[in-house]
């Protein structure tokens, strides 16, 4: 029986580049996945294209083609893979992305490689034609006027697959859902048809168990003493080798660092899946309530018990907008009573904030080491005086000049506050909110361009 074979080469934008590079000279890849879009992720990367026409897509796509397009294979001998890959680096712009990949190409030398872009992601305009539509957090369209920076729905595997038809050797796309990246080479490679509930379920399962690299080969598994996972600087990341009925083995390279067993891939399952019955996506509604994980080798584990019902009528649509900003300062304390002199700091802040008229909508003010994560009342728990706290005080603000202010005051503890303050920072960031709505299926269309290398 036919087995197709896909890696996933990162889980995020800034992910991790060397263990890409690892799959495709040694994994025996068909496909290599690079799932690189988070919903703030691509609101960002909208307001650089604001900026820039040919920004947009994402700032490692140029490194990470440099590294593997090389072993993109075209009339390979027989019985060797030919590498192919896919991603969403395109971000906010996948013609420019495509386009830079073609660029790439040539500066190496490989001419001749194929190069689509898959767009229809971007429903911005749709969505200014209905000012009443309604968001997840109860704001209007209308209601976010100019501050408005992007929308962009979460588009299946249909438009991927056609690509492929074409025998391209690079598909980049915008907004695609992540699951989606993987199942697109098996309904392609495979034929499965788009209403194969059954076998779309399970190309799921193996979308999502790979989608986000690192953490099923232990990655966000480790916990020192209680889930050990060995050589983590030298993380492998997974692939899958999957047969025409979806049923799959996920493993890694030979030698690579990490673990995949039972325990990491059942961790990876449940990760951002809040009924496994009904995982919706724009390709399925998958069930992995039925889900069985069995070892086969030393980090190889077969994954099958999948299913699927019909897809959702409606896709979901990422909005981005602008909502202000925020302004920061830390400084630290150490040795003996730094504890004290630390809260004496924020108590110090907090009252300049009021008493100079600092304008704000939210203000934090936390004892990095002490309290930041857990609050004062689990925070004050510790027995052990901390010989090291760091203050940081951070405030939303509608207005940037407030925003300024914030970070000023906490600068100004090196001269006016309790003794012994250093490392002070400050900064101002803008505030790219992001909210949620759906959209009916058919307003959505996803459009393939091809780009070659000559």
């Known amino acids: 029986m036919k087995t197709l074979r896909i890696g996933s080469g990162a889980g995020y934008s800034g992910d991790r ?57 075209r009339g390979l001998e027989a019985g060797q893979r030919r590498l192919r890959l896919i991603s969403n680096m395109g971000a906010a712009n996948p013609l420019a992305a495509a386009r830079e990949v073609r660029r790439i190409a040539v500066e190496l030398g490989l001419h001749g490689l194929k190069v689509a872009a898959v767009t229809g992601d971007d429903v911005l305009a749709v969505l200014k034609a209905s000012p ?48 989606s990246l993987f199942l697109a080479p098996q309904l392609f490679e495979f034929g499965w048809a788009a209403d194969d509930w059954t076998r779309l379920g399970r190309g799921t399962l193996i979308g999502h168990l790979l989608e986000c690299a690192g953490q099923i080969t232990g990655g966000y598994f480790a916990d020192p003493g209680v889930k050990e996972v060995p050589t983590l600087a030298r993380l492998g990341f997974p692939l899958a080798e999957v047969d025409a009925e979806g049923r799959a083995v996920i493993s890694k390279v030979a030698g690579s660092g990490g673990r ?19 995982y919706l996506t724009p390709d399925v509604t998958a069930d992995f309530s039925g889900v069985s994980f069995h070892p086969v080798a030393a980090n190889e584990v077969r994954a099958e018990g999948a299913n699927g019902r019909a897809r959702p009528e409606t896709l979901k649509v990422s909005v981005g907008y ?16 730094a504890l004290a002199r630390a809260q004496l700091a924020r108590d110090v802040v907090l009252e300049r904030l009021q008493l100079t008229g600092v304008v704000f909508d939210d203000v934090r003010a936390e004892l990095i080491g002490v309290d930041a994560l857990h609050g004062a009342a689990l925070g004050s728990r510790t027995a052990a005086e901390p010989w090291e706290v760091r203050l940081r005080v951070a405030a939303r603000c509608a207005d940037k000049a407030e925003a300024v202010r914030i970070g000023n005051e906490v600068e100004t503890l090196y001269t006016n506050g309790p003794y012994g303050g250093g490392g002070a920072t400050k900064g101002v960031r803008q505030v790219v909110a992001v909210a949620s709505l759906l959209m009916p299926r058919d307003a959505v269309k996803a459009q393939v361009h091809l780009e070659d290398a000559s």
Request: glycine share 10%.
């Open 260 to 278: 995949i067993d039972t325990a990491t891939c059942t961790e990876q399952m449940i990760y951002e899946v809040h009924d496994p019955a009904a």
């Open 322 to 337: 602008l909502d202000g900003w925020i302004g920061e300062g830390q400084i630290s304390y150490g040795g003996p009573g």
């Open 17 to 73: 580049i060397e263990p890409a590079v690892e799959l495709a000279e040694k994994g025996e890849l068909d496909y290599l996945v690079f799932e690189c879009l988070a919903e703030r992720t691509i609101a960002l990367a909208q307001q650089a294209r604001l900026s820039d026409p040919e920004a947009g897509f994402d700032p490692l796509l140029s490194e990470r083609m440099r590294r593997v397009l090389p072993f993109v294979g």
């Open 132 to 179: 009443e539509q309604m968001l997840d957090n109860g704001a209007t369209i209308a209601s976010l006027g100019d501050r408005l920076i992007s929308a962009n729905a979460y588009l299946g595997a249909e438009g991927i697959v056609e690509a492929l038809k074409a025998d391209v050797d690079v598909v980049i796309t915008g907004r695609v859902a992540d699951p």
